[in-house]
């Protein structure tokens, strides 16, 4: 961990990422792959054993007095009595909020932290926490130990993550792998709008809308996972 004048701005994203500068990367990407075959190996190791698991997603700049912090520490608390890990980004906000109720719960309470370039850190009620460096190894965590996304009003890293599961879930990567959106202000206008244009000009089959659930109440969404639960056991498919 690194703080103050020795926090370096730039981060390993940027670096693999960026073609701008000297061309070293011909000689240092091909080590960069070690680095990156080590993330996926401490992840697999880390989460193993966590069993049943719902990562929760959101904005990270909500405060402790917004009413979607409350519920977040709601679901959390919610999801621990149903037998679920909480798993979220490790950050403040929802993923702060989400944590804390898994904790206080007596849950599994988990965090995949990322390296940004403003200093954030795992929040307080994470338990087991695992900080990467690149994002695609973090997104791999969030899916493969996961029986669902619950996603609360967030911004481009919440958005991210959401359609990185619809299209996972539309292409048949995960299976019977609900996606639950909680607040139906916030996420109406999209929703209208996926309708509109990508269903209306046929960039995506009507069918495809069910993939998504939006809901402001909490029962709704165990009543989801456990539906998803069910489905899975009748496939045969192995649930933690």
């Not at 209208?192 to 939006?214: F, N, P, Q």
Request: net charge negative; glycine share 12%.
């Amino acid at each position: 961990m690194l703080r103050g004048s020795r926090f370096d701005t730039a981060t390993t994203d940027q670096h693999l990422l960026d073609t701008t500068g000297p061309s070293d990367w011909v000689h240092t990407d091909p080590w960069r792959v070690m680095r990156i075959q080590s993330e996926f190996v401490e992840g697999f190791g880390a989460l193993a054993d966590v069993g049943r698991a719902v990562s929760v997603f959101g904005s990270a700049r909500i405060r402790p007095d917004d009413p979607y912090y409350e519920l977040a520490v709601d679901l959390g608390s919610r999801l621990t009595e149903a037998g679920y890990a909480v798993i979220t980004g490790g950050g403040p906000g929802i993923m702060e909020a989400a944590n804390k109720g898994a904790t206080e719960a007596g849950g599994a309470s988990i965090g995949l932290g990322i390296e940004l370039p403003l200093e954030q850190g795992l929040n307080e009620y994470v338990e087991l926490g695992v900080n990467f460096r690149y994002f695609f190894a973090r997104k791999t965590m969030f899916v493969k130990y996961a029986q669902g996304f619950v996603v609360f009003p967030g911004g481009f890293g919440t958005l991210d993550e959401l359609f990185e599961a619809l299209t996972l879930v539309q292409t048949g990567k995960v299976t019977a792998f609900p996606i639950i959106l909680i607040g139906t202000e916030f996420w109406r206008g999209l929703l209208d709008w996926l309708e509109a244009e990508l269903v209306g000009r046929r960039k995506i089959s009507a069918t495809d809308m069910d993939l998504i659930t939006l809901t402001d109440d909490l029962d709704d969404v165990l009543d989801v996972l456990a539906e998803a639960e069910k489905s899975r056991l009748e496939r045969g498919y192995h649930t933690a």
